[in-house]
């Protein structure tokens, strides 16, 4: 079994693991590359039908080429898409103008917490990787959220041997990562290997492309020439730029990113 074989195998394990435990689930869907590669996953664990909703958070600021591309396959892939949006939020006037902080916080994180209460989730899946930022990697592959659904990062379970803590108190929900281990070279790989369609946003054009996407206001590209998948494997293998380079900085230090997510940041 090959290493690419080895984590598909691994994730599509934890996926089933995670549904047979709880059947009030949903996956968290942002169309970039991580989630589109989960959700992927997902349609192969359970042959080509996903038996719980996928969930859109809605900024209102997303590239058109991601509401595109989620309008498209959620209709090819015959998906029970659920688009949430913090209304409340966006009728104050929160916008990335008046500050991209808050903008996240409450278009973001505000938005899922509304999502999985209203529709009480007990466990949501989501595309994050390890490598991607470091205190992502601090991370559990099931990953308890409290009753306020905050991340207490101090106070994880073990998950020595590859043994889950696969249950929740009744007030809590579960964050389920099941390509935890994979890095942004795996993901690639991957994708070149099953197909997997992907928006344009990642191929360069005019020698820029994006690297990591989510709303257009706090995005810029990167410098580049990779225009295919190939491309792009080869440029990860001598590149020297952090994959969320080309993220708002000001939410990328470790203890905003730690911040952020202790309070519900997906």
């Given amino acids: 079994m090959d290493h690419l074989k080895k984590l598909e195998s691994q994730s599509i394990y934890i996926i089933r693991e995670a549904y047979r435990q709880f059947k009030d689930v949903a996956m968290l869907w942002s169309i970039g590359k991580d989630s589109t590669t989960l959700l992927w996953l997902i349609r192969k664990a359970f042959y080509g039908k996903v038996p719980f909703p996928i969930l859109h958070i809605d900024t209102g600021y997303k590239f058109k080429e991601i509401y595109q591309f989620r309008d498209k396959y959620a209709r090819e ?25 808050e903008c996240c916080t409450e278009l973001k994180t ?4 509304q999502a999985i209460a209203k529709y ?63 890095t942004e070279q795996d993901i690639w ?42 491309a792009i494997v080869e440029e990860l293998k001598t590149t020297k730029i952090s994959e969320r380079s080309g993220r708002a900085q ?16 997906m």
């Fill in 120 to 182: 009480k989730f007990k466990a949501l899946y989501l595309g994050i990787r390890r490598d991607e930022h470091g205190i992502r990697a601090k991370e559990r592959v099931f990953s308890p959220r409290d009753e306020d659904f905050e991340w207490n990062y101090k106070e994880q379970p073990p998950e020595l041997w590859d043994q889950f803590k696969s249950k929740a108190r009744e007030e809590e929900h579960l964050r389920v990562h099941p390509m935890l281990g994979w």
């Fill in 110 to 113: 505000n938005a899922l917490k």
């Fill in 77 to 101: 892939w015959g998906l029970n898409l659920i688009v949430h949006k913090n209304q409340e939020a966006v009728d104050r006037g929160v916008c990335p103008e008046k500050g991209k902080l």
């Fill in 189 to 230: 790989e991957y994708i070149r290997k099953e197909h997997i369609p992907i928006t344009d946003l990642y191929f360069t054009k005019n020698g820029k492309r994006y690297r990591s996407i989510g709303c257009e206001t706090c995005c810029s590209p990167i410098d580049s020439n990779a225009d295919t998948i190939d």
């Fill in 250 to 265: 000001d939410k990328e230090s470790a203890y905003m990113m730690q911040k952020l997510r202790s309070l519900g940041y």
